[in-house]
């Protein structure tokens, strides 16, 4: 039974987020389903979850089937069957059985993506998110690097997170500006549920003044998810890459 690894780009708006939940439209769901209409097999899709209204440009995910296809067929089999969902498969691979996509990852790599300008997002909409007074950018990325390296994040933790520990290693947190653009681009191995759209809204606090990079250290230190700024929302966040 060959294992196939799938790399995925989607737009997360339409989705109650990557896992199936009765009754609504998930990635995972919808992949199942295209997976038994062009094979005839019911297979699992097994990948690290996404949120609802997260966009990913480079997902990757795992199924099982028992005929041996060509990766090329299925790709483009897949891609036949989810139209007109807004879901894409980039490429298809044969993989040892030994790979998971979610536990087999090393490092995830996502962006969050700010437009701060005074009119309103047309073409952009759930694509970042509008933010109608100017940021200031650099005070941004020198106020993230105190979040860098391993601590304690449970103020930047969802309170349904569900993982064993609070403690997390961020390997990277850039802030840069282009044009009306700010992109916040981090990277860890993995991350708590909603900590980069946290540690997101809390440098918006910064780059509107409100905040200063000492505000944000003990935010972090505080242990407490009273302590975070506002949850910035689901539309701005990319899911870009995940190594092996």
Known sequence: MPRYKLTLEYDGTPFVGWQVQDGQMSVQGRLAEAIEAFSGEASRVGAGRTDAGVHAIGQVAHMDLAKDWEPARVRDALNAQVRPDPISVLSCEIVGDDFDAR??????????????????????????????????????????????????????????????????????????????????????????????????????????????????????????????????????????????
Not at 105 to 126: G, M, S, T
Not at 176 to 204: T, Y
């Open 103 to 244: 536990f087999s990852a090393k490092a995830r790599h996502y962006l969050y993506r700010i437009v701060d300008r005074r009119a309103p997002l047309a073409l952009e909409r759930n694509r970042a998110w509008g933010v109608f007074r100017p940021l200031d950018a650099k005070a941004m990325h020198a106020a993230a690097q105190s979040l860098l390296g391993h601590h304690d994040f449970t103020t930047f933790r969802s309170s349904e997170c569900q993982a064993a520990s609070p403690e997390k290693t961020l390997d990277r947190l850039e802030v840069s500006r282009h044009g009306e653009v700010i992109r916040v681009e981090a990277s860890a191995r993995s991350f708590l549920h909603n900590q980069v759209r946290s540690m997101v809204g809390s440098l918006k606090c910064v780059g509107e003044g409100r905040w200063t990079k000492g505000d944000l250290e003990q935010a972090l230190a505080a242990r407490d998810r009273a302590a975070c700024g506002p949850v910035a929302p689901a539309c701005g966040l990319y899911l870009v890459k995940v190594d092996y």
